[in-house]
């Protein structure tokens, strides 16, 4: 809709004068501007928007209406399982009771600690691990603690040569990133055609240097790795530990658990798995779950539960010290106690197999237009790598369509695109993830224009490889974007 508040800053709609709320006045007797010591002053007048209430009841309400979430429509975007949150979730997070401030002695918030205790509790149980903290902030900051876990649980045992973390190449960009920060250098591991790991790849790189090795599972390719129990064996014969990124734990709910496979640290991704609005980059919080032996690594506080039944904050010397702000993203927490109670024991399965199930049907009713790289059963997600060569996707020509164009034309028929170009292993990558939140209707209706979109790539190509044309912004130029960001309005 293109009106006059359309693509304007806030300050483009200012005009001097214009008021659109009275600040009380100040009713502090004794103080006023004139008292503040001359150093905390301004020099100059700040420069704030002028404006009418109805402008910025406008410009905020046009502008959300440019944005796109999940509540707008279906975000298929893969690695990120980008779930319906429940509202109820939202309604519970804000109650005014939950009091978790570091400086609030115990006793005052048993309920916050026992809510924190027992998220912590079911999530040892769905992990088959023995004890997790809910302190990390993200799924790369459990990575960097799980880590840490790691390399605390070597020091300790006074062994100092274990330098090395060993990541799949199919692996998420945040693996590699955490154990090079973490110290560890990284030792890649490659797959094989099928998108598991190469174990005979594996082998050459074991020694009394490793101090791990990190798997995702199912893979960045949404395939179950199924030589899990034997790698294990051969990481844990040469005296590392396993760790498991559990950021796509979604289909694996209720079905397996990482415990049982064999890893001994692992982190789940609350914001994903576990229902939390995170586009953009927040809120989230990530977990970090460990085996019989290692919980006293876990970072400061830990809640723990008193034989009397009272909670209380344990502070372990051994502990490889603090990571968060007291007990973390503690909202996300409660959202997640809500997300759990609200489906039950019996339903935590369903909402893992009915993930599986929806990836499936799109892949199945897909890759007759779409190359499906890897045949066979996916999970939660899969890749394609771009358009079959009969719909113009053959990359050997020049004019080729390619993944971009076709992320592009789905936002002009109202979808948020899947991921591209990750993972890295093919060309043209096109990764779908629809979750178990979507209607059978709305996974028809995308694979209807993803069909669609496949007949106009062969028919009128330039019409795609120009796409987006219907929405507020053409397309961008990502570099240059990256490049060259403009974050005040005086740049523009
Ligand atoms: C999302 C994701 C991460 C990182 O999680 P953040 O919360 O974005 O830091 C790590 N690994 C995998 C497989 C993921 O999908």
């Given amino acids: 809709m293109n009106n006059v508040y359309y693509g304007k800053l806030i300050f483009e709609l200012s005009k001097s004068g214009r008021v659109g709320y009275s600040l009380p006045k100040q009713e502090i007797s004794g103080y006023s501007i004139d008292s503040l010591p001359e150093g905390l002053k301004r020099s100059q007048r700040t420069i704030l928007p002028e404006c009418d209430e109805l402008t910025v009841v406008r410009h905020y309400t046009n502008m959300s209406n440019n944005n796109f979430g999940v509540d707008t429509g279906f975000y298929p975007l893969g690695s990120c399982t980008m779930k319906y949150n429940p509202k109820l979730n939202e309604e519970l997070c804000s ?9 609030v002695p115990t006793e005052y918030m048993q309920g916050s600690l026992k809510l924190y205790d027992e998220v912590q509790k079911t999530l040892s149980e769905i992990a088959g691990l023995s004890r997790f903290t809910l302190n990390p902030y993200a799924g790369a900051h459990g990575e960097l603690t799980g880590l840490m876990v790691i390399k605390s649980y070597h020091l300790q045992r006074g062994d100092t040569l274990r330098t090395k973390i060993i990541v799949p190449n199919s692996a998420h ?4 990133a955490s154990a090079a920060v973490a110290g560890f250098s990284v030792v890649e591991v490659k797959s094989l055609p099928d998108g598991t790991v190469d174990v005979e790849d594996l082998k050459p790189l074991l020694g009394p240097d490793v101090a791990g090795m990190m798997m995702t599972n199912p893979n960045t390719l949404g395939i179950f790795e199924h030589n899990i129990p034997g790698i294990a064996r051969l990481i844990h014969e040469c005296g590392g530990l396993m760790y498991y990124d559990g950021a796509n734990l979604n289909p694996m709910l209720g079905v397996c658990r990482p415990g049982d496979m064999g890893f001994d640290v692992m982190h789940i991704n609350l914001h994903k798995t576990f229902s939390t609005p995170h586009g953009g980059g927040g809120p989230g919080s990530g977990p970090v779950g460990v085996r019989k032996g290692l919980e006293h690594l876990l970072p400061n506080p830990q809640v723990v539960r008193n034989e009397d039944g009272k909670y ?4 372990d010397e051994k502990s490889l010290g603090s990571v968060s702000f007291f007990l973390g993203n ?3 927490i409660i959202r997640t106690y809500a997300y759990l109670l609200s489906l039950g024991k019996e339903n935590i399965p369903m909402a893992g197999k009915l993930s599986v199930l929806n990836a499936n049907y799109i892949k199945e009713s ?5 190359l499906l ?3 066979g059963l996916c999970k939660h997600e899969f890749v394609f790598d771009g358009l079959c060569p009969e719909y113009g996707g053959d990359h050997h020509d020049e004019g080729h369509v390619t993944t971009l164009d076709v992320a592009k034309r789905l936002l002009d ?5 899947p991921t591209i170009y990750f993972p890295l292993l093919f060309h043209e990558a096109l990764m779908i993830e629809p979750t178990e939140t979507e209607s059978k209707d709305m996974l028809d209706e995308f694979i209807e224009v993803m069909k669609k979109i496949a007949l106009e790539a062969r028919d009128n190509r330039e019409m795609v490889r120009t796409a987006p044309h219907d929405t507020p912004i053409r397309r ?4 240059k974007a990256v490049k060259e960001p403009k974050f005040t309005f005086k740049s523009l």
């Fill in 95 to 103: 109650l005014p009771g939950f009091n978790c401030h570091p400086s």
């Fill in 173 to 176: 960009g945040t693996n590699p």
């Fill in 312 to 315: 209380n904050l344990l502070f």
């Fill in 330 to 332: 503690f909202a996300v």
């Fill in 366 to 370: 897909l890759k007759s237009h779409y």
């Fill in 373 to 375: 790289p890897i045949e």
């Fill in 413 to 417: 028929y109202g979808f948020h695109a």
């Fill in 476 to 479: 961008l130029d990502d570099v």
